[in-house]
């Protein structure tokens, strides 16, 4: 099993960054397929990035290309989501998610372990 434990959220004005963080124990998690996904208030929750193992390929959302940032840091069993010129649509509870099948899927389905969220909230 593998837990995961999401860090960082907070309110930031419209033009600002933050940095979400989540960290894993359980097993490492070098090589799984990790991902964060977003959950707005009255919408499904929507795939944001996600971060192949080894090589580190990435994937992300057309919302957030050129301002979000994935990393991950099979080390310290982390990932991270840098989050660059916040709008206020970004505001949400942001989720880590982990599934240990190929590819780099935006399938909330596909992935089979949850943090428990933190929230973003971004004011204009």
């Known amino acids: 099993q593998v837990q995961l434990v999401e860090s960082g959220g907070g309110l930031v004005q419209a033009g600002g960054s933050l940095r979400l963080s989540c960290a894993a124990s359980?097993?490492?998690?070098?090589?799984?397929?990790m991902a964060w996904f977003r959950q707005a208030p009255g919408k499904e929750r929507e795939f944001v990035s996600a971060?192949?193992?080894?090589?580190?390929?990435?994937r992300y959302a057309d919302s957030v290309k050129g301002r979000f940032t994935i990393f991950r840091d099979d080390a310290k069993n982390t990932v991270s989501l840098q989050m660059r010129n916040l709008k206020p649509e970004d505001t949400a509870i942001y989720y880590c998610?982990?599934?240990?099948?190929?590819?780099?899927?935006?399938?909330?389905?596909?992935?089979?372990?949850w943090g428990q969220g933190t929230q973003v909230t971004v004011s204009t």
């Open positions: 971060i192949s193992p080894s090589v580190g390929f990435t």
């Open positions: 998610a982990a599934r240990a099948g190929a590819g780099l899927s935006t399938d909330v389905q596909e992935y089979g372990y």
């Open positions: 359980g097993r490492t998690l070098s090589s799984y397929r």
